[in-house]
Structure formats: structure tokens, C-alpha cells
């Protein structure tokens, strides 16, 4: 009896760990950077959120830093990765690298379990059960707006979406 109740235990704490979903990077979302696609990646690229980490080692950065009294660099603390880059303190597969900022996964949802699938439409439903996430104003919401670490413009989604929209190609 007591055999099965450890095995039962162990099975527990096994399974949320085997199904976890990790970080894979946006070096990972190649496939998203061919013209039939909608080139994302570039798009991506040349908005401010592949910038976001950089950013954390500007003299601003230091200054908000200090104010703050954080014991640790900007580029370290959790206090500002948590807006300037993707999946802070969560799994991550190796190819996966903070420097890049806020990628892919921090508005689609870490990819590991949907990459290989969520590319068929007939996929879609599988694919949003492993973990891929649409993205919308809630998203946004999470980092802009308001934040306890510096002054932050309004967030007007129409105008910001505008900014960084990514679609695929009709047809
Ligand atoms: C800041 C958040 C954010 C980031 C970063 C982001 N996306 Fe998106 N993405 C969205 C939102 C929001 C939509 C729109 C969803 C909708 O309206 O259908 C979207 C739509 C898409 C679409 C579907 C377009 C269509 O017309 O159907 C693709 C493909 C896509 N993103 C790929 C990527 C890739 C690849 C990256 C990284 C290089 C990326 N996205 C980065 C938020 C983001
Ligand atoms: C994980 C946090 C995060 C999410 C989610 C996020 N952003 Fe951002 N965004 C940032 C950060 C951080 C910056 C500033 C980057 C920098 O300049 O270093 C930024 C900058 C921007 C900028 C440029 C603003 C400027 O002042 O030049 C636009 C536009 C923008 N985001 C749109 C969006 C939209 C639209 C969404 C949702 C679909 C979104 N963001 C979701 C963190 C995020
Ligand atoms: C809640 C999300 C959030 C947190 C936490 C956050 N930031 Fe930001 N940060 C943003 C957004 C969004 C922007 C873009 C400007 C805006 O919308 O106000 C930004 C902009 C910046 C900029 C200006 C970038 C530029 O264009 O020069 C710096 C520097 C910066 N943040 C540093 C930090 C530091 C350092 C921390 C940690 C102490 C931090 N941020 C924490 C969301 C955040």
C-alpha cells in the first residue's frame, strides 16, 4: 500500500513538470520572418520591445535603479525584467535569450509545447491548449500603463497597436 501512495506522490509532482511550457526565444520563430508570412520577426526587430533589455543599461536605467534602491543592476533585478524582456523566472529551453527583450512569447505564450504544431490551421485548437495565447489590449496591459518603477505614458491601444502590428498576408 505504502509503494503506491509514494508512486501516487511522485506521479503528482512528475506530470505539471513533464507538461510545463518553456521559453524558447524568438530565434526559434525563423519561419516568421518569409515574406509569405508577414516578415514578424523583422517588424518585431525594429520596434522598441526587441530594444527593451538594451534599455536597461542605459544612464536612465541607472538613475531609476538608484531611486529605487534595488540591490542589484537593472539587467538583473526581476523588478524591472518583468516589463524589459520575456519569461522572467519561468522555464527556459536553451535557445532562448533574455538579451532579445520583450519577444514573441511574452504577448503568444511560452512555445515549446505549440511550436511544432501551431503552424496548420487545423492545428488551432491544439495549439491553444499548449499554451498559445492570440494576444489583445490585456496583454498590452500587463507592462503598460501605470507601473511602480518609473513615470509611463497612457496607453492608447489603437494608436500603440498601430506602432507594432504584425499581420500576415491576405490570401
Ligand atoms: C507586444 C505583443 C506582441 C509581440 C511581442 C508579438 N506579437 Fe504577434 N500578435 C500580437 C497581437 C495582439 C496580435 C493580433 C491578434 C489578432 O488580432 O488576431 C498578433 C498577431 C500575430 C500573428 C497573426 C497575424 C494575422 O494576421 O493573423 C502572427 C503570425 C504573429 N503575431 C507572430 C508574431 C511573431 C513571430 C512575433 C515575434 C517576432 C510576435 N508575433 C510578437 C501581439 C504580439
Ligand atoms: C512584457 C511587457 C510588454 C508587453 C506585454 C507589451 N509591451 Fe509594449 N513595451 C514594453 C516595454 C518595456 C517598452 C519600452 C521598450 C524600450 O523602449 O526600451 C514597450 C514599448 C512599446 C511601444 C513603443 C512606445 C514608445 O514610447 O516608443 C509600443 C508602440 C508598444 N510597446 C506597444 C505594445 C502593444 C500594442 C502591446 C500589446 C499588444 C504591448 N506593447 C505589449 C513592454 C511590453
Ligand atoms: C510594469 C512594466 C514596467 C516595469 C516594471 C519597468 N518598466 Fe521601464 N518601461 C516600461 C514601458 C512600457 C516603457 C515605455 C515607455 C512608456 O510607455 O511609458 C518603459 C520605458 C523605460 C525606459 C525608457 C526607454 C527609452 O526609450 O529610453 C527605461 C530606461 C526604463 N523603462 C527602465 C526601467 C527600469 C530600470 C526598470 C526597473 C527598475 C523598469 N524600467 C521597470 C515598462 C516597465
Given at each position: ?77 526581476k523588478?524591472?525584467l518583468e516589463?524589459?524582456s520575456t519569461g522572467v523566472g519561468e ?81
Open positions: 500500500m505504502k509503494r503506491y501512495t509514494l508512486l501516487f506522490i511522485v506521479l503528482i509532482f512528475a506530470i505539471p513538470l513533464i507538461s510545463q511550457n518553456k521559453f524558447v526565444g524568438v530565434n526559434t520563430c525563423a519561419c516568421h520572418n518569409l515574406p509569405k508570412q508577414g516578415k514578424q520577426v523583422e517588424v518585431w526587430k525594429k520596434s522598441k520591445h526587441a530594444g527593451a533589455f538594451e534599455s536597461l543599461k542605459s544612464d536612465k536605467a541607472v538613475g531609476i535603479v538608484k531611486v529605487k534602491g534595488l540591490k542589484v543592476a537593472a539587467t538583473e533585478a523588478e524591472c516589463c524589459h522555464a527556459v529551453e536553451k535557445s532562448f535569450k533574455v538579451e532579445m527583450g520583450v519577444q514573441c512569447e511574452a504577448c503568444h505564450g511560452a512555445a515549446s509545447a505549440y511550436k511544432g504544431i501551431h503552424n496548420k490551421p487545423e492545428n488551432k485548437e491544439k495549439a491553444i491548449a499548449a499554451g498559445f495565447l492570440k494576444g489583445d489590449e490585456k496583454t498590452c496591459k500587463q507592462c503598460h500603463g501605470a507601473n511602480k518603477m518609473h513615470d509611463a505614458k497612457e496607453f492608447n491601444f489603437k494608436k500603440m497597436w498601430e506602432e507594432i502590428k504584425h499581420p500576415m498576408p491576405k490570401g
